[in-house]
């Protein structure tokens, strides 16, 4: 595995005990006793589908137990506006203009385009920390064996689906646990016995029993929401059967269903689609309450830290209907849109005695803080070519939280998207692939944060000086081209 220079945990206290003059940062690395770390990244989960942020229909009292026990980040953005970009972004502290996978490439058949093993993961380094790391859930940045691995990216032990197509069905054939295919009886893409989101949480409860006695990194990308739309028939999607009344089925298409002539890729017909959302989310929430439980059960809940985030906005895809849910809140846009309703995620920060209750941060972060910020909560310096700056300070309230000059993403489906966060200003780029001359979206924030009033036509010069920093921001990627000049003919 590849070494990368950092302080050890035991030199920082030696330093920090022979230093008569101290920072609040080094204080609090002198006092910490290498917290455990878990990120609980849900999929597809719009801004307005939490109970605490104004949700109507779906109850979520263990996220809002996160939110009223520590801190809210009202400015947060995912890495991407789908799954595997986002995901390399948090791995690497890059965004999407320098982060390695900028977008979903498939791979047959199974998986997709793998991370390359060049680049320093935020596993990798705290494995090198003396962290015992584990991912259960939703990988897809690699196949079994290749460089992007899970194993091969920092993580010890991973369980779940390897690839995020796979993922689409909710009762599998398998799984994997690191290289070994884990064969579900009673379900082989025909019947529907074994709910797979069920075993991998087991699996994800396992680990902390395993390591109570070890600092470890627990990376929980779990699968729901995203489509297909399934839940197990239990006392939860019942409750919300009898809320939604007279439901109209979301109707099978060819390949939805399990059976001989399934498709993997497709989404399976339901009943009641809006009920079966609903049970999905709140069975999340269940699953973090299970984690709280554990950890309080083995004593661990103050010295560990738990970051919970969405990977993009809510998706409309095989019956989610997030009109009727309000699930983007106040922000225009869905999953695979660039404006706020596809980037920005509710962002929570628990972590007893040292993230003060009930609080909330306007700080402006984004996927790629994630490495830094665990590096420094770990006590051990982060790669200093990244993009990512450690919110460290704003978790605990200090006056030191360096700033984000801007926060840059692009997407490489519906004609090339380019995005740049400023401040208050925010710019979007559309149609990037074609067009002569791109059209640049220009929005306050400030006082439009639906994005409504598109100004660029009256801040010519602000258009222009985003324009060069999203210009800036991309770097060419011969794997996933963006700009007309690199892309092939």
Not at 73 to 92: E, W
Not at 212 to 220: A, I, T
Not at 270 to 279: N, W
Not at 342 to 360: D, E, N, Y
Request: one cysteine or more.
């Amino acid at each position: 595995m590849l070494k990368y220079n950092f302080i050890p945990f035991a030199l920082v206290l030696l330093a920090t005990t022979l230093f008569s003059c101290q920072t609040k940062e080094e204080e609090f690395v002198e006092e910490a006793k290498k917290p455990n770390i878990i990120f609980i990244l849900a999929d597809d989960l719009g801004y307005g589908d939490l109970a605490f942020l104004g949700q109507q229909y779906i109850e979520t009292p263990n996220i809002d137990r996160l939110a009223k026990e520590g801190m809210f980040f009202t400015n947060h953005y995912s890495g991407a506006t789908v799954c595997a970009p986002s995901r390399s972004s948090l791995l690497t502290g890059l965004h999407t203009g320098h982060t390695p996978i900028r977008g979903n490439k498939e791979v047959q058949p199974e998986g997709q385009y793998p991370m390359p093993d060049s680049i320093p993961s935020v596993a990798t380094i705290l494995q090198d920390a003396g962290y015992k790391t584990g991912a259960f859930g939703k990988w897809g940045l690699g196949f079994i064996g290749t460089t992007g691995d899970p194993n091969q990216q920092g993580f010890e032990e991973f369980y779940g689906y390897n690839c995020q197509r796979y993922a689409h069905r909710y009762y599998p054939a398998h799984l994997w646990h690191n290289s070994d295919k884990i064969v579900l009886e009673g379900n082989g893409w025909v019947e529907k016995t074994v709910y797979a989101p069920d075993v991998i949480q087991k699996e994800t409860i396992t680990f902390i029993e395993n390591n109570k006695d070890n600092p470890f990194f627990l990376f929980m990308p779990i699968v729901m929401p995203h489509a297909e739309l399934a839940a197990p028939e239990d006392e939860i999607i019942q409750k919300y059967r009898a809320k939604f009344a007279d439901e109209k089925p979301h109707p099978a298409g060819k390949g939805t269903e399990y059976g001989p002539d399934m498709s993997i890729i497709a989404y399976q017909s339901h009943p009641t689609p809006h009920a079966a959302f609903a049970a999905m989310v709140e069975r999340m929430d269940v699953y973090v309450g299970e984690v709280l439980a554990k950890l309080e059960e083995l004593g661990l809940a103050e010295n560990t830290l738990i970051i919970f985030a969405s990977d993009n906005g809510a998706h409309q895809e095989g019956g989610a209907d997030p009109d009727f849910f309000d699930s983007n809140g106040p922000y225009r846009g869905h999953k695979r849109d660039l404006y706020e309703g596809g980037v920005r995620t509710p962002m929570i920060a628990w972590w007893p005695g040292k993230v003060k209750a009930g609080s909330q941060s306007d700080h402006i972060s984004a996927f790629w803080d994630l490495l830094p910020t665990f590096a420094d909560v770990a006590g051990v310096k982060a790669p200093t070519n990244i993009d990512g700056i450690s919110f460290l300070p704003a978790m605990l309230e200090q006056k030191d939280q360096k700033k984000h000059e801007y926060l840059y993403w692009e997407f490489h489906e519906q004609g090339g998207k380019q995005a740049v966060r400023q401040g208050k200003w925010k710019a979007v780029k559309l149609q990037v692939f074609g067009a002569n001359d791109p059209k640049i979206e220009l929005y306050d924030l400030s006082v439009d944060i639906g994005e409504e009033n598109d100004i660029a036509a009256e801040n010519p010069e602000k258009v222009k000086e985003l324009e060069g920093l999203m210009n800036a921001a991309h770097t060419p990627n011969p794997i996933f081209e963006l700009l007309p000049s690199e892309r092939k003919k």
